[in-house]
């Protein structure tokens, strides 16, 4: 007779990090509840915690590495697998050089402790320049600003939203996503006790979100034009004086600030309100409450970052809070202290940004990676460096780069493919081997990442829950077999340093958190930590500066040359008036790509809808009920409508990661539950020409009804 047993976990789906309460019973998981003593979610949930339990027992979901023959997909095993994939890379490198293998690495890479530890040993020794990931379809602008003015890409300003008084939302909807470059669990809990405690909630935005209906003011915004209201926000600062900038007086230049005057003054509230259709008014109330405010954050999300200006936005998000006296201090914008600290202490000052440029289209480089909207060309385009076989981990880009049409196209075209993932799915299914990992329940857990990113210091270790099946391999062990194959035929002579690669492939990633929770700054073993299962609470952010500061100066670098040269562009851009214009939606029993195989998480209505205004339904002569036909320059698609004020006129919206008609693929339930791509319409040469990152808000669009065929008369 067996005994059920209770097991506490972080939830590793989305940033929010929940704690976990976990029933089993033998190799059953009986309940999934919040866990109430967890210090930072403190008992909550979404419905998504649920789907944990759903890709354990997902009969669709891999577990043993499979070869594309022409009978079919058969089994291998992990030796033959291994050796296959090391020795096909090798030669296709040989034969067209190191570039000749690109790699893309997705989403789950992060919330991922075997991947994020060992996947970077293994993309260095393919040494390709071809690099790729979702970060160039995501929060690129971040990490350029975070890098420019902070001097690391990683050290990103975290809203500190248990003490503010004032939040602007710009382009995000936590309420749905939970929140993102901002680990909060429970947002409607603390935006609720914001408006309590006195203060005000503000969304930005041109839809009207599940995160709008729980403040206090949603202001709509025309999509890819939220760097016109910053810049007149900015200048509304100045212009009456309400400069502030309390103890940043020190890091910052106060000729870097009269340059920012000078650099605002054209940008006035009336341009502003012509540009974004906010009225002028708003604005200049928007910004005087903002700056009287005690503490106030202005907080930018994807909405502001896959936008054909997020680099410019995210710098001025940035400019804005810390003139207003609002970066670095309890309440505003802060930077978090992790136990397993990834940033360090020592500032190098290194801008890794454009060192090269892309071969096809000449488009920066960032953190070692190239933009991901020209990956699908460098595959298609003959010539010295084309791509010619790909690794991807953790990632679905036919489903999440624009133009997956043309994503599809290049893959067919590789001369080898393997895929590190889960299923058989739109991405995978082009590939020659697929290597499965042990994967969620099944794998100890902790988030590197997040912790990075969270609004309270918190540190947890999630031991896994499961064994991981017989003959399956962690993750780890699948970057550690591969590394050590590409590897083999050039250790070093050196004994000393042939030991210290040879030591890197006994590494366990418990032995390397132990080793990183010793140097972070609270002196914890991974034992101490563990001995803990709720989590161990290490306090509200704290002020950090200069000291976080990685500039070498370690003064906050307030205007980069590189944005100052782009409000060039900006000036230069045309209107959009007139043109609809497409962005996206994402769905709180959804994430990304790859979660509708979960038969409780795609149940109910139809989510994958365009949703349209009731004037330009009108115009176009659509009805409830009917299926529009939408165009882009890349693409056409037929989705059902939804006609709502919720949305802005002049804006339609799909939610993307959908599109699971594609054929040949290994998911049943998903399938049934098909969709439509909205990346078959996002456009792969609409970027932020800043840097590289995909524009996949504002990308215009045709609406037109799809008639019905005519039924003949019998
Ligand atoms: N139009 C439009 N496009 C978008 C967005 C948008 O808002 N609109 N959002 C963008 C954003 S923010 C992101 S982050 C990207 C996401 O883009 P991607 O990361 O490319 O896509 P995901 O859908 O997250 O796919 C995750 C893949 O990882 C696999 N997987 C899941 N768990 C594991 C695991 O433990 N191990 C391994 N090896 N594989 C695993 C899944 O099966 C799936 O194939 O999409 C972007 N694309
Ligand atoms: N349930 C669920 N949770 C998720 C995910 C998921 O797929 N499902 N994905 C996870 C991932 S990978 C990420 S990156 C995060 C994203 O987290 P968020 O950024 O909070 O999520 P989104 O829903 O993409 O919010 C973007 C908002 O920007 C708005 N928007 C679009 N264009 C513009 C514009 O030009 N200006 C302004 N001001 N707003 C605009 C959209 O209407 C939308 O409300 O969510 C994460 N969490
Ligand atoms: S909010 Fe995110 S972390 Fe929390 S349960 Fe849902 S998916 Fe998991
Ligand atoms: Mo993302």
């Known amino acids: 007779m067996s005994t059920p047993s209770t097991h506490y976990r972080t939830c590793h789906l989305c940033e929010a990090m929940c704690g976990l309460e976990i029933q089993t019973q033998d190799q059953e998981v009986v309940s999934i509840r919040g866990d109430k003593k967890d210090p930072l979610s403190r008992g909550h949930i979404c419905p998504k915690a649920l789907g944990l339990k759903d890709i354990y027992e997902d009969p669709d979901r891999l577990k043993y590495p499979i070869k594309k023959t022409e009978s079919g997909w058969q089994q291998i095993s992990w030796e033959e697998a291994f050796d296959e994939v090391a020795k096909r890379l090798q030669e296709v490198q040989q034969k067209h050089g190191k570039n000749s293998v690109g790699v893309y690495q997705g989403n789950p890479s992060v919330h991922n402790l075997g991947t994020t530890l060992f996947s970077p040993n293994f993309v260095r020794a393919l040494e390709t320049k071809n690099r790729f990931s979702a970060t160039s379809v995501d929060q690129l602008p971040h990490h350029l600003a975070g890098m420019y003015q902070f001097g690391h890409p990683s050290l990103l300003p975290i809203p500190d ?3 503010t008084d004032f939040w602007i939302i710009m382009g995000g909807n936590p309420l749905v996503s939970n929140g993102s470059i901002m680990t909060a669990p429970d947002i409607a809990k603390r935006i609720r006790a914001i408006r309590e405690r006195g203060g005000k909630v503000i969304t930005i935005d041109p839809r009207f979100t599940e995160t709008s209906a729980k403040v206090d003011q949603h202001i709509f915004v025309k999509p890819g034009k939220d760097v016109w209201l910053l810049l007149a926000m900015i200048r509304e600062v100045f212009e009456k ?17 009269a340059q920012l005057q000078q650099l605002v003054e054209p940008y006035t ?12 008014d708003t604005i200049a109330t928007l910004t005087k409450e903002f700056t009287a405010a005690n503490s106030a954050i ?21 400019c804005l809070n810390i003139i207003t006296g609002n970066m670095d201090v309890p ?32 488009l920066p480089e960032f953190g070692g990676e190239l933009p991901s909207s020209t990956l699908a060309e460098e595959i298609l385009t003959e010539g010295e460096g084309q791509i010619k076989a790909m690794v991807t981990s953790c990632g679905n880009p036919v489903l999440s780069v624009p133009n997956g049409l043309k994503m599809e196209a290049a893959f067919e075209q590789l001369e080898f493919m393997v895929s ?4 058989l799915n739109e991405t995978t299914r082009h590939a020659d081997i697929i290597l499965p990992p042990a994967a969620g329940l099944e794998v100890p857990h902790y988030d590197i990442a997040f912790h990075q990113l969270a609004i309270r210091d918190t540190v947890k270790f999630s031991p896994p829950v499961f064994e991981k099946s017989e003959g399956t391999k962690y993750d780890y062990e699948i970057f550690v077999e591969l590394t050590k194959r590409l590897q083999a035929d050039t250790l070093p002579e050196d004994p000393a340093m042939r030991q210290k690669i040879e030591f890197s492939y006994q590494l366990t990633p418990e032995r390397i958190l132990d080793t990183g929770l010793r140097k972070g700054g609270y002196d914890l073993t991974l034992d101490q930590v563990k001995a803990q299962p709720h989590g161990i ?8 500066f200069p000291d976080r500061l990685h500039t070498l100066d370690k003064k906050i670098n307030l205007l980069p040359e590189l944005y100052i040269k782009d409000l060039q562009r900006l000036n230069d851009s045309p209107d959009t008036n007139g043109q609809l214009l497409l962005i996206g939606r994402r769905h709180l029993r959804s994430n990304n790509s790859w979660m509708h195989n979960s038969q409780r998480l795609v149940k109910g209505r139809d989510r994958c809808t365009l949703l ?22 890349v693409g056409q698609v037929e989705i059902p409508i939804e006609i709502s004020d919720e949305i802005m006129e002049g804006v339609v919206s799909i939610p993307h990661g959908w599109g699971h008609h594609r054929k040949d693929i290994q998911l049943g339930i998903a399938q049934a539950h098909a969709g439509i791509s909205v990346n078959d319409l996002t456009d792969e040469l609409f970027v932020d020409e800043l840097c590289g990152n995909a524009a996949v808000n504002g990308v215009p669009v045709e609406v037109f009804v799809k008639v019905p065929l005519a039924v003949s008369p019998a």
């Open 298 to 318: 202005i907080y930018g999300r994807l909405g502001v970052s896959v936008v054909e200006f997020g680099g410019l936005s995210h710098w001025l998000l940035n």
């Open 612 to 633: 349209i205004h009731p004037n330009d339904a009108k115009n176009r002569q659509l009805e409830k009920g009917d299926t529009a036909i939408v165009q882009s320059r």
């Open 537 to 544: 609470d290490l306090g509200p952010l704290k002020t950090r």
């Open 269 to 280: 509230i009336a341009i502003a309100a012509a540009k974004t259709g906010v009225p002028a």
């Open 161 to 163: 939203i248990d003490r």
């Open 331 to 362: 309440g505003g914008m802060m930077f978090p202290t992790p136990a397993f600290d990834a940033i360090g202490n020592k500032p190098k000052g290194k801008i890794r940004f454009n060192r090269w440029q892309s071969r096809v289209r000449g």
């Open 241 to 257: 004086n309400w400069v502030q900038l309390n103890h940043l007086k020190e890091l910052v230049s106060a000729e870097e600030i």
């Open 420 to 423: 590190i993932d889960i299923y």
